[in-house]
């Protein structure tokens, strides 16, 4: 690992609406390339001296789709989705507080976004919106395209507690 210190990256601040999250999405896209160790660091989740420890240890910790952090309970699995999130250059939205399109729930029922652990945002310029707890995960992208018909849906990261707390705002619970 490098002996460089690592410039500080401003803290993204989370979208409250859809085109706040567009604007996020287009910073994004210029902002530099996060990595793994970068994206744990921005996250406070590890220091220099743990992330340099774990590199010598095995460089092969931080490339960007092992678990084997989350295995080994240096990081927890909340935090790897977040940090994944980040290296994926995905926006941070606060679920409880985001104004959610009314027509989004059409699109995603409230008990398919319970079932899926996801909040349906709305659409923009014909992309659908979600947030989720691990908006990187193939498997979710997949079963959400399943059950609305092929559609492609945009993910960012929420928590997941804060997610089910607004699905509890928005509908009656899981029957």
């Given amino acids: 690992m490098s002996t460089e210190p690592r410039t500080a990256v401003a803290p ?9 999250l567009l604007q996020a999405l287009q910073s ?21 001296a743990t992330i340099a420890a ?4 095995d460089p ?4 960007s789709r092992s678990r084997t952090l ?3 309970v240096v990081v927890s ?14 926006p941070e939205i606060d679920a409880l507080t985001f104004e959610i399109d009314p027509k989004a729930l059409e699109v995603v029922s409230i008990d398919q ?9 709305g659409m923009v310029d014909e992309l659908f919106f979600v947030a989720a707890s691990k908006p990187t995960s193939d498997e979710l992208q997949h079963q959400l395209q399943v059950a609305t018909g092929g559609r492609s849906m945009p993910m960012v990261w929420a928590s997941a507690d804060a997610i089910d707390r607004r699905l509890d ?5 899981l029957i």
């Fill in 12 to 20: 993204q601040v989370a979208a409250r609406n859809l085109p706040e």
């Fill in 28 to 48: 994004l896209r210029r902002a530099p390339i996060v990595d793994l160790k970068q994206a744990l660091l921005q996250l406070q989740v590890l220091d220099e």
């Fill in 54 to 57: 774990l590199d010598q240890e």
């Fill in 60 to 63: 092969q910790l931080f490339h």
């Fill in 70 to 72: 989350v295995e080994r």
């Fill in 77 to 90: 699995e909340f935090d790897w989705h977040r940090a994944m999130a980040r290296v994926a250059g995905l």
């Fill in 113 to 121: 976004a319970r079932l899926y652990g996801v909040l349906p945002l």
């Fill in 169 to 173: 705002q928005l509908g009656s619970p």
